[in-house]
């Protein structure tokens, strides 16, 4: 007979190995959840390039109609795109996109960051008699395309929860509709909650001036969405209430069943889509080791603000907390960079100035956090900097794409250290499936072969396409190896089951600590943060787990064994890592930043001309002036004429601005001409240091 503590003993150790099978059968089934999904993706995708085939498109979705034309308004739609909005040529969908707008139909428009959904919506609006609503969840977003269409001579008002003046000019306009009013955006409360925005509303509608209801960043309508707002569940009332009226909603990220979702609740089943990729071509992502010292990762990015953008091109600098956007953007001014923070302790009136002040080109850093998102407009952002990991792909995607949304090159550098994990972990372990999203971007981060846009197509479910040598890992990748390290995962499996039998509680840091003590005995010498990343790497394969306690203060991650544990213990799984051989990473940047444009000296004059123009119209961004496109263009096709001018940026700016873009091009050229005989050499490039960028006065000299 076995004595009771014998058989206590056998019933913890079953207990325990039932724990570890129920483990596994949970991997196991979320792996098949993962599996089927990613199935019926592809059964779609499958579906839909079929359909593509055969009507001979190329793009990843289209829709079964013919949107190309001709229609009867092609030259009308022509002559306002060039000469009201100044765009020479349309960017994939739009032209379609419009097409069926003006047919009277719903559309739903999936399109990337950047991609120009506003001209959309926006170049109908001006078309059609009567007039148009937007729907715009924020009132930074508002205000800037209100300040944009207005530079451009587009009747424009809103309606916001702030009350002001003009409301009374705008509900008059709703009412008479006499054209002195073209596009009308207002916040979804308006819809929802204002009796009275609605009721002056139907008035316009009975007189059949409601001629267009856009939707803008409606992926906010949809509780599957990244950003769900409340006020935009009640948005259907617009089609129930004016149901001959067209919609049009438009967004940057909707999956599948986000999509289906948004036709649902807008009550537009039968409208035409149109699905863009997600690919930003333009953009180069590029992940760099993030150095223990908080210092060396400022003089890092100082270094390459300067270097790479010494003509105050614009950038954001994304961090963790409000305190650490606070420190770095100190930190930077310290080294000489216009950087200033931007998080949501600040008043309203401060984040105003702030944002107004980098929108103006008088900051160049904002340094922020995710607060500073989606207000945010600005067109000609030439890099985004992580100082921290995000959260998950969806939002590094979004942030990132904040960069280049001119369609010009720009950069994406994200510094990863893997200390960053358990600070981003504690903070979304409680949110649904925050882990297992943290998880695919420090997958992203931890990969130093994996092309970084090959990335983004799997996890937006997306056929793979090219990318052109525009990541780091394919840039330059040949000096990674992978290195077999079961030995080491071994041990550090076995020292936290010696913790773990002494009840210690331990963080990845402290096992890091206490694996580099212990592993020289092992085999090849791992690096200090080669360790670190082995424990992630081990935490991303199920050998170990995060678990999570809190204190009165904080939630603190420890590590601990996880399912797969038992296997790496007993040598039935074999733990390899990625580990770069020589080349540092600021080699690597280097090298990288050939794709970097050069700014001539006429683009930067022409930079300074659009910021004084901008301050002396008053109430404009100098990106509404001259885009950066309009900017390159001029410095290269040097026009000498309001012809020629009229030709590159349309009828409109011409008239406004024509003679002092012709006066500054012809004093430029000259003074060019004038500093080439006199320092006998040609010319010089946008990237010198900024002491010697050469300013107005020292030309004149
Ligand atoms: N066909 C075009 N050619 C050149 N520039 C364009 C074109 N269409 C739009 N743009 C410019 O591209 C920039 C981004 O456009 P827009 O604001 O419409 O992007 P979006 O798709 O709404 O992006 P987000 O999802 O970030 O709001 C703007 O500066 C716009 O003027
Ligand atoms: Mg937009």
């Known amino acids: 007979m076995r004595s009771k503590n014998e058989l206590l003993g056998e019933l913890q150790n079953v207990e325990a190995e039932l724990q570890n099978v129920q483990d596994q059968i949970k991997i196991l089934l979320d792996e098949q959840e993962k599996l089927y999904e990613r199935k019926s993706e592809l059964k779609a995708l499958l579906e839909e390039s079929e359909v593509s085939r055969q009507l001979n498109d190329d793009g990843p979705s289209a829709s079964l109609e013919n949107w190309t034309g001709p229609f009867e308004w092609d030259s009308r739609v022509d002559d306002v795109r060039f000469n009201v909005f100044g765009i020479s040529s349309y960017r994939a969908n739009q032209r379609e996109i419009i097409n069926a707008v003006m047919s009277n139909r719903d559309v739903l428009v999936i399109m990337a960051a950047g991609g120009g959904k506003s001209l959309c919506y926006q170049l109908p609006a001006v078309l059609l008699d009567g007039i148009t ?357 071994k041990a550090v499996v076995s020292l936290l089951q010696d913790m773990q039998e002494i009840d210690q509680s331990v963080t990845i840091l402290q096992l890091a600590d206490k694996m580099k003590v212990k592993h020289k005995e092992i085999g090849p010498e791992l690096k200090k943060n080669e360790i670190e990343q082995l424990i992630i790497q081990l935490v991303l394969d199920h050998v170990l787990k995060e678990e999570f306690q809190h204190t009165a203060y904080a939630t603190n991650a420890y590590v601990a064994l996880g399912p797969l544990a038992e296997q790496v213990l007993h040598e039935k799984k074999v733990v390899k890592l990625e580990i770069s051989s020589g080349q540092d990473d600021k080699a690597r940047s280097i090298k990288c930043a050939k794709q970097r444009p050069m700014a001539s000296k006429m683009g930067i004059w022409l930079d300074e001309l659009r910021k004084e123009l901008a301050s002396v119209h008053g109430g404009i961004f100098p990106h509404s002036v001259l885009s950066a496109q309009q900017i390159a263009m001029l410095a290269d096709q040097k026009p000498d004429s309001m012809q020629q001018l009229e030709m590159i940026i349309g009828k409109v700016k011409t008239e406004k601005y024509g003679n002092r873009i012709l006066e500054e091009i012809n004093r430029s050229e000259k003074s060019e001409d004038l500093l080439h005989s006199v320092m006998g050499h040609g010319h010089e490039t946008g990237r010198t240091s900024k002491k010697m960028k050469i300013s107005k006065g020292a030309v004149k000299i």
């Open 133 to 489: 609503i937007v729907v715009s969840p924020l009132i930074s977003l508002i205000q800037d395309q209100v300040m944009g269409l207005t530079a451009l001579g587009v009747p424009t008002g809103m309606l916001t929860s702030t009350n002001s003046k003009d409301d009374k000019f705008i509900y008059k306009a709703l009412e008479k509709c006499e054209g002195k009013l073209k596009i009308l955006y207002v916040t979804p409360e308006k819809i929802s909650k204002s009796k009275r925005f609605m009721s002056k509303l139907e008035k316009c509608h009975h007189a059949g001036c409601l001629s267009l209801i856009a939707i803008d960043e409606a992926h906010c309508c949809s509780q599957w969405g990244h950003d769900f707002r409340p006020d935009y569940k009640n948005l259907s009332i617009l089609k129930t209430q004016f149901p001959n009226v067209p919609v049009i909603a438009l967004t940057a990220t909707a999956t599948r069943k986000v999509q289906l979702d948004l036709m649902e609740m807008l009550c537009i089943p039968k409208c035409v889509k149109f699905v863009s990729t997600v690919n930003r071509p333009n953009l180069f992502y590029m992940v760099l080791e993030k150095s223990s010292v908080g210092k060396v990762v400022i003089d890092e990015i100082a270094e390459f603000i300067n270097r790479s953008y010494p003509n105050n091109e614009s950038g954001i600098v994304y961090c963790f907390s409000r305190r650490e956007c606070e420190q770095v953007a100190r930190e930077l001014q310290e080294r000489g960079i216009k950087a200033h923070y931007y998080h949501a302790d600040m008043d309203a009136k401060n984040r105003e100035s702030v944002h107004i002040g980098w929108s103006s080109g008088n900051l160049q850093v904002i340094v922020g956090t995710v607060a500073f998102g989606m207000g945010i407009n600005k067109p000609d952002v030439r890099f985004v900097i992580h100082h921290s990991l995000s959260k998950s792909m969806e939002t590094y995607y979004q942030e990132s794409g904040r960069a280049g949304r001119d369609g010009l090159p720009a950069e994406c550098l994200l510094y990863y250290r893997p200390a960053d994990v358990p600070r981003q972990s504690s903070m979304v372990f409680y949110e649904k499936s925050g882990l297992q999203n943290l998880y695919d971007i420090v997958r992203y981060c931890q990969s130093m072969r994996g092309c970084r846009r090959v990335a983004f197509f799997r996890h937006f479910s997306e056929p793979l396409q090219d990318c052109d040598g525009m990541c780091d890992n394919c840039a330059c990748s040949a000096e990674v190896r992978e290195v077999d390290v079961s030995c080491h995962a």
